[in-house]
Each structure stands twice: as structure tokens, then as C-alpha cells.
């Protein structure tokens, strides 16, 4: 039998051999979970395969040793997930035991133990009565009878029945053993989760009565401390947020609930218990074409994946939930994965209404213990959806009848780490052995997805329209003109330590639409793909660019904190005041962040309410529940951020839309520069104007700022015509060698010492060349990664490029079989890579 650990260190990535023993025979089937012994330790692994195995064969070099354990308790993953895991293995070129982490977050929380079995019950009673045990305490060791009359005793218990009769601990372990000696209990191994009590006291929420009392005067600080912070963030909040905020908060805590003040809650879906119910929406014709179309599909148990392309606001997501009805009703399961919980929170919320109750919801920011809570329910089939980023589709669905990816072409669906797998491509193939249908959704789908749904392998569902507000917003393509008009009274300064610098970011127009949104009382949401004040500091007199230490990137200069912080890494230093090069103390800043936006627009606009949103300002969960609530209940009239206004959010107060600079992405060194613009782009744009009531007032605006409104990219995401920015992109693709049109590789050469990395990925580069499969297939470099330092380590990457990924998999098999990679260098191979840096 072949066995894959997952426990344990080291680096086995392969699978190990084991015999079965006679009484685990009927027990073992492939996936499951076992207990095995590696190295002399005992580690939980996986059954992937049983083969012959001759045990009088002397050719084996060690010896075949035996399953100790097999878990009985659940089925923690079938064979079908096996079957995918290997595909993963076999596709995205990575050891099995990588292959099989995103399934099993049950089964790494396992762990062997003994335990300890009495093969004959009188006759262990008898010994215990014979210690002149009292009755009481022996009768509080819980005996398990087992099937072949045998009993499980627990060793906890029976030590401590044996202290109670005055024993000390050791001498109760000692006695113990002499009981395995003579054979009165035999030791087994076994298997138990480390995590039985899942999910519990997770949130906590204030209560009506804290609200209607006056709790200001609640004589503990602390106390007083937790209800101003949940009252302050919607009113509930994990145990962890609370501790973040409030140190040493839990025994305030336990004091407020006991005064019910606050209450326990365990489901996130009944946060939303107080809320009126969404209106029931009556389908138009489009959407009820897509769901029927679906519908007709999950019936027929074929397998088949579909494309539903429509704008934003064209009503995809009440498409999803109305499919999900019908699996509902069907008595069938649901997947339905979001990019990330951060940029989909009002989707989420959707449907978390729409099926109080029936959703298990995964996501990054739960703990363990939450997450594997949430997994377990709807695993057990106690929950009907689930609901989450990439990895909530390994969660084992039991009869699924269809599998959600919404905006699939967003890049969160590919796993950065091993298995660099890609969710939608592995939903394709988990649809396929069940049986179930895949639901692809975007505004602007991949180039690959879109190609794919040409060619007719994926089936075109159209939402043509928006559903409300009609037409999309009117765009304006506009220089960033930061030069002020002559004779304007707009020379407003905002001050940096204590330094005035002039307003510049926002063009005149943008500014003036600005103030005409904000006189109608409607919102106006600012977008900026910078946190932080200024791109990097520059010294004015040796042009000094402070560097992150282990990056070969600036860092960025944050006001708020007045330091400096790298965006890859995360190392943070206070900011110099003077060049550390030349100490000239004028530094200045090159590039803008959110930061600069803020202080800007609260000088040009000191009457409004403004909010900003980027990872600087919303760190919890709490935090951006309230900051889109006070959107939604029109608090806010500028909301200005990063990717995170972008994207998912739906604001039906928004008049006006403003991109600050649309320059940034365009020119990224990756291939999908123009993509992801086009797709950041449309997205903002879908912001604005997401009501009747804008529509009757003249509509939505978006206006975007570059140097360059001739672009054909921004020319096409003004009209949001994805059909064209595809025909263009797709012959660019082809003539270049891209996806879809060849499949690539990307190997990536990493570490400490720049020359091994450099050796060695020459090697590799070298070995590539010779074992070259066939002319269609090619390769760029070894050349330096554009992050050429990453967290200390140096970058050296090829590109592959071939028709097939299996010609990929051959290819890198033969290479890698003729280098060695020498300890402190490490080589990572991504395939279908949606990063180039
Ligand atoms: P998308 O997911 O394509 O962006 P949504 O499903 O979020 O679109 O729909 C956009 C808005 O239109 C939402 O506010 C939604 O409630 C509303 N909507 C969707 N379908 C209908 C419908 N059939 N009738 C009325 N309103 C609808
Ligand atoms: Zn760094």
C-alpha cells in the first residue's frame, strides 16, 4: 500500500510503502487517513494506492513496515479528491503530499496516540478491585466495548482513578505499564483531531440591553473599552479583534456577558439576523435565459462549464444565487468562490441573506479553528453552500451540483505558494469527475476564458444590460493637469512637516465634477493604486532612493506613521531626515499614495465627510464593515482608496468616479499588463452610477486621468467594450506566444547568494536547452526576475512556452534529472504563471 505523509517535517514529498495488516484488511481504501511510521516518528498520512506487495521478497533494501492506525471516525477525503490531487501533482509539476494540502486541513490537525485496550474486561476489573479501588472511582474510567468484546479504556481516566486511591503519578504510569507487560492492557496506536471544539465564543456582540443602559458608567475600564469599540465597529466582533484592540480583555469580556451585556456568536450568518430581508427580485429575460440554461445542465448530471459574460451591475450575482436555489432545490450542494473575502464583502452579505443559515463561509481572515469549523459543517452536509476564496473548493461537498467562480479572471484564484495551483482550472476538473456544472462569471473574463468560450468549449451566457441605471457612465479620458490655471484661485498647499506643498492631483475637471456631485448629495468614490503618502522618498542633491534591504524595491513613505515600508516584504523603518548618503536634509517625495490624496482632498474639500479605504485603514474585519456601512447609509460623501473600492463593491449613491492615474499598471513588464488594466479600469468605472435615481439626474461619470488618452486599452474600457479589447489582445497574444495560445512555464531560481543563483540557473537554463522537446517549444532567458530581490533572496527566471502542458511537465522532468540544486538555492516552477515579477 502506497501512503503519502502529511505530518512531520522533512521533506518527503513522495509516497512510502506499508503492508496492511489482517484486521485492517476492510478497513483501508484509498484516501484514507492513517497512521504511519516515518523515521521513527509516527506521522498522519494518506492512502493514495495498493499494489502487491510480495513479503518474501529479499530485494527490498529495508523493511515493509506496518500500518499502525487507520481512522475510522469520518471520511475525511475521498478517492475522487485523491484523483485530483494527483492530476494537480502531474499538472502544476508538485510533489503529491503538496498536491494534497489544500485538502486536508482536517487531516493535519490529527495526530497518533495510544491507546490503551483491555483484551479482557473481568479480568481488569478484577485487577482494579483487587488495588481496592473504590467502587465510585473505577466507575469513572468509561470503557468502550469493541467489536471483538475487547474494551477501549481511557488512560486520562484510569489515571486518575489510580491517584484518587492515593497513587502518585508515576507510580500510576508504572503500573500501567506493568499491566501492558503481563497482558492485562495492550497499548495500540491510534487517531484523534487536536481540534474537537470548533467555532465556539468566536464573536462577540453587544446586546440590545448594553445599548438602552447607560454603560459610561460601567466602573471597569476595560468594560467600558469593549463596548465603545464594538459600538463603534457594527457591534460585533471575533474574540481575536477585540484582543487586538483591548489587551488582557478576556476576563471583561466574561464580565459582560454575565452582566448581558454582550452575547456569544458562533455563526457569522446571524450577524445579519436583524436586517431586513432582501426584496424579492423578479428576473428579467437574460437572467432567466442564464438560469435556465444552467439549471437544464446541473439536471442532466453532464458535466459542463459556462461563461456568464455581462458589465457590472448587469446582474450576474442574483444569477448565482438564483442557481444556487435551484441546487438547493434539487437537493444537490454549492461552491460559490470569490476572489477574496476583502474585495467581495457585499456579495458575501448577499448571499448570506438570501440562505440564512445554510452557508459555510471560508475565508483568510478566519483562525483555524474557525476555519476548520465552517469546513466540517458543510462537509458534514450540514451547510448547503459554501462560500469562500480559492480554497473553499477543496472543501468535499457531498453531491454538488454546480461549482461558482465570479470574476474568475481575477489573479487571487492562483495560489502563489505550492500547489501554484489555479482554482478555476481545478474546478474544471473536480466538475468533470462529479459531474456537476462550472459557473464562470465575469465582466471581463480572461483572455482565456473568453477564447475558450468562442471556440465554443465553454457555453456563452450573455447579461447584455445593466438592470439598473441603465446605461453605463459617460467617461472622460483627462490629463493630469497639475499646472494651475493662471489667475485661479486654486492654490491651496497642504503641509508635510510643516513644509507646504501645492495641491496637485486632481485636474480641474475632476475637481469641479467633484463639487457638482457633492452639491447634488451624491457620493463620489476617488481611486488610487498607491497606499501610503509617496511612492519613496528621493534625496534633492544625490538623487538617493532609500531601498528596502531584502527587495530590490523603494520604499514607500508613509505619513501617518512616519516611516517607510516596503509593500512586498512588509520591513518597516522609521523615515530618515536626512540623506543617509550625502545628509542634505531636503528630501522630497517622488510618486503619490492614498495618504496625499486624503490631505488633499480634505484641503480642496473641508465640508465633506471623506473616508479612506486601503489595507492601512481597514485592519480587521470590523473595520471595513464599518466603513462600507457608512458608505451604503450615505455618511460618507468621497471615498477614496486602493484596489479595494475597485472592486465588488455597490454603492448605489455613486455619482462620479475618478481615477487619479491610470498610467501605473499599463506598463508593467507581464503580459497581461493590458488585461489587468483593462479589467482594473472597467471595474472602476462599474462603480458609478449604479441607480435610478443617478440615472434620472443625468447619469454617472467617471472621469480617469493619464498621459495618454489616445490609448487604445483605456479607449476600450471607457465604452467597457471587452469584445473589442479582446479581438485586439487575442492577435497580440498569438503572433507573441501567449496564452491561449501556448501554455507557459516559469521557473523561478532563488536565494541568498547571488552567484550560486546565478550558476545555477544558468545550469538549468543550459539543461532546458539540450532536452528541448520540439520546435514549437521555447524558451526565454535565464535572465534576472523583474523583482530581481525578493525578502533577501536573489531572482533568476525562464520562461517556457509550448502547445502543451504535458510537453511543459516532460521537459522540466528531463531538466531537472540532470542539475542538482545545492542546498540554500531554491528552484520554483509555476505553471500557467499569473505573475511575472
Ligand atoms: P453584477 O453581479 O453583474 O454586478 P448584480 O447581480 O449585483 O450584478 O446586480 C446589480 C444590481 O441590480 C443589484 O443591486 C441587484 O440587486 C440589482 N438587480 C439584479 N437583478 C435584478 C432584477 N432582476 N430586478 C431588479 N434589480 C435587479
Ligand atoms: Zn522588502
Given amino acids: 500500500m502506497r501512503v503519502v505523509p502529511l505530518t512531520g517535517g522533512g521533506r518527503i514529498g513522495r509516497s512510502l510503502t506499508y503492508f496492511v495488516p489482517e484486521h485492517l484488511r476492510d478497513k483501508l ?10 523515521r521513527r516518528s509516527i506521522r498522519i498520512g494518506v492512502v493514495i494506492g495498493f499494489e502487491e506487495l510480495d513479503e518474501s521478497d529479499k530485494s527490498t533494501p529495508f523493511k515493509i513496515k506496518e500500518v499502525l492506525a487507520v481512522y475510522t471516525d469520518e471520511e475525511l477525503l475521498s478517492e475522487a479528491g485523491v484523483a485530483i490531487a494527483r492530476w494537480i501533482g502531474s499538472y502544476y509539476f508538485c510533489s503529491l503530499r503538496d498536491a494534497l494540502s489544500p485538502f486536508s486541513p482536517e487531516i493535519r490537525v490529527l495526530q497518533a496516540t495510544t491507546i490503551l485496550v483491555a483484551p479482557d474486561q473481568d479480568k481488569f476489573s478484577r485487577t482494579l478491585s483487587s488495588l481496592g479501588l473504590l467502587f465510585a472511582s473505577a466507575d469513572a474510567i468509561s470503557m468502550e466495548t469493541r467489536a471483538d468484546g475487547s474494551v477501549r479504556i481511557s488512560k486520562k481516566e484510569l489515571i486518575e482513578a489510580l491517584r484518587s486511591g492515593t497513587m502518585s503519578e508515576k507510580k500510576a504510569d508504572e503500573t500501567i505499564l506493568k499491566w501492558i507487560d503481563t497482558g492485562i492492557l495492550t497499548a495500540e496506536i491510534g487517531i484523534r483531531t487536536r481540534i474537537r471544539q470548533l467555532g465556539q465564543d468566536s ?34 466582533l471575533s474574540r481575536e479583534e477585540i484582543a487586538r484592540e483591548v489587551s488582557r480583555g478576556q476576563p471583561a469580556l466574561r464580565a459582560l456577558v454575565k452582566k448581558g451585556f454582550l452575547e456569544e456568536i458562533i455563526d457569522e450568518s446571524l450577524l445579519l439576523k436583524g436586517e431586513p430581508p432582501e426584496p424579492e427580485l423578479k428576473l428579467i429575460d437574460a437572467q432567466i435565459d442564464a438560469v435556465e440554461t444552467v439549471t437544464q445542465a446541473m439536471e442532466s448530471g453532464k458535466p459542463a462549464t459556462f461563461l456568464l459574460f455581462g458589465v457590472t ?45 445554510r452557508i459555510a463561509l471560508l475565508h483568510s481572515e478566519l483562525t483555524e479553528r474557525e476555519r476548520l469549523h465552517e469546513w466540517r459543517l458543510a462537509r458534514r452536509g450540514q451547510r448547503d453552500i459554501v462560500i469562500g476564496a480559492r480554497s473553499a473548493l477543496f472543501v468535499p461537498m457531498p453531491d454538488r451540483g454546480v461549482i461558482i467562480v465570479d470574476e474568475e479572471s481575477e489573479t487571487a484564484y492562483k495560489q502563489q505558494q505550492r500547489p501554484r495551483y489555479h482554482a478555476r482550472e481545478v474546478a474544471r476538473r473536480m466538475a468533470k469527475s462529479e459531474g456537476s456544472v462550472l459557473l464562470l462569471g465575469s465582466a471581463t473574463p480572461s483572455i482565456e476564458t473568453f477564447h475558450a468560450a468562442k471556440q465554443g468549449t465553454y457555453k456563452l451566457l450573455r447579461l447584455p444590460h445593466r438592470v439598473v441605471g441603465g446605461a453605463l457612465p459617460e467617461v472622460k479620458l483627462v490629463r493630469p493637469d497639475i499646472s494651475q490655471v493662471p489667475g485661479s484661485p486654486r492654490t491651496e498647499t497642504i503641509e508635510v512637516d510643516g513644509r507646504k506643498m501645492p495641491v496637485g492631483l486632481m485636474s480641474p475637471l475632476l475637481r469641479d465634477e467633484m463639487e457638482r456631485t457633492l452639491q447634488m448629495e451624491k457620493q463620489v468614490l476617488l481611486f488610487l493604486n498607491m497606499r501610503g503618502f509617496a511612492r519613496s522618498l528621493i534625496c534633492s542633491g544625490c538623487g538617493m532612493v532609500p531601498m528596502c534591504p531584502m527587495c530590490a524595491v523603494s520604499l514607500t513613505f508613509h505619513r501617518s506613521s512616519r516611516s517607510q515600508l516596503c509593500h512586498h516584504c512588509g520591513h518597516r523603518e522609521p523615515a530618515p531626515v ?18 496625499r490624496l486624503e490631505a488633499e482632498v480634505r484641503t480642496v474639500f473641508p465640508n465633506a465627510k471623506m473616508l479612506r479605504m486601503d489595507r492601512d485603514t481597514v485592519t480587521s474585519r ?38 487619479i492615474s491610470a498610467d501605473q499598471s499599463l506598463y508593467l513588464p507581464d503580459f497581461r499588463a493590458a488585461e489587468r488594466t483593462f479589467q482594473l479600469m472597467t471595474q472602476v ?11 434620472q439626474k443625468g447619469g454617472g461619470l467617471a472621469i480617469i486621468q493619464t498621459y495618454d488618452p489616445e490609448n487604445r486599452i483605456l479607449i476600450a474600457a471607457c465604452s467597457q467594450d471587452y469584445e473589442s479589447f479582446y479581438e485586439n489582445e487575442i492577435v497580440l497574444r498569438q503572433r507573441f506566444g501567449y496564452p491561449p495560445s501556448l501554455h507557459i512555464a516559469r521557473t523561478v531560481i532563488s536565494g541568498a547568494d547571488k552567484d550560486d543563483v546565478e550558476e545555477v540557473s544558468f545550469r538549468l537554463g543550459r539543461a532546458l536547452d539540450k532536452t528541448k522537446p520540439d520546435p514549437t517549444s521555447s524558451m526565454l532567458g535565464p535572465a534576472s526576475a523583474p523583482l530581481e530581490r525578493l525578502e533577501g533572496r536573489w531572482r533568476y527566471h525562464c520562461l517556457l512556452k509550448a502547445s502543451r502542458v504535458s510537453t511543459l511537465a516532460k521537459w522540466l522532468a528531463g531538466a531537472r534529472r540532470n542539475i542538482r540544486v545545492p542546498g540554500g538555492v531554491r528552484l520554483d516552477i509555476d505553471i500557467d504563471p499569473m505573475s511575472m515579477m
Fill in 578 to 595: 536626512s540623506c543617509v548618503r550625502c545628509g542634505n536634509h531636503d528630501l522630497k517625495f517622488l510618486g503619490w499614495g492614498t495618504e
Fill in 203 to 236: 464573536y462577540m456582540s453587544i446586546t440590545k440591553q448594553a445599548m438602552e443602559s447607560d454603560w459610561t458608567k460601567l466602573r471597569s475600564d476595560r468594560q467600558r473599552q469593549v463596548l465603545k469599540l464594538l459600538k463603534e465597529t457594527g457591534g460585533t
Fill in 622 to 659: 470590523g473595520k471595513r464593515r464599518t466603513i462600507v456601512e457608512a458608505v451604503r447609509k450615505r455618511e460618507v460623501d468621497i471615498l477614496l482608496g486602493t484596489q479595494m473600492i475597485a472592486k465588488g463593491l455597490d454603492f448605489p449613491s455613486v455619482r462620479l468616479v475618478g481615477v
Fill in 313 to 357: 451591475g448587469s446582474g450576474k450575482t442574483e444569477v448565482y444565487m438564483e442557481v444556487c436555489r435551484r441546487a438547493l432545490s434539487m437537493g444537490k450542494s454549492a461552491t460559490v468562490l470569490v476572489p477574496e473575502i476583502a474585495l467581495t464583502y457585499q456579495t458575501v452579505r448577499r448571499f448570506m441573506k438570501a440562505f440564512p443559515g
Fill in 29 to 38: 481504501k484509498i484516501g484514507s487517513v492513517v497512521a504511519v511510521e516515518v
Fill in 685 to 695: 468605472i462599474g462603480r458609478a452610477g449604479r441607480s435610478d435615481d443617478i440615472e
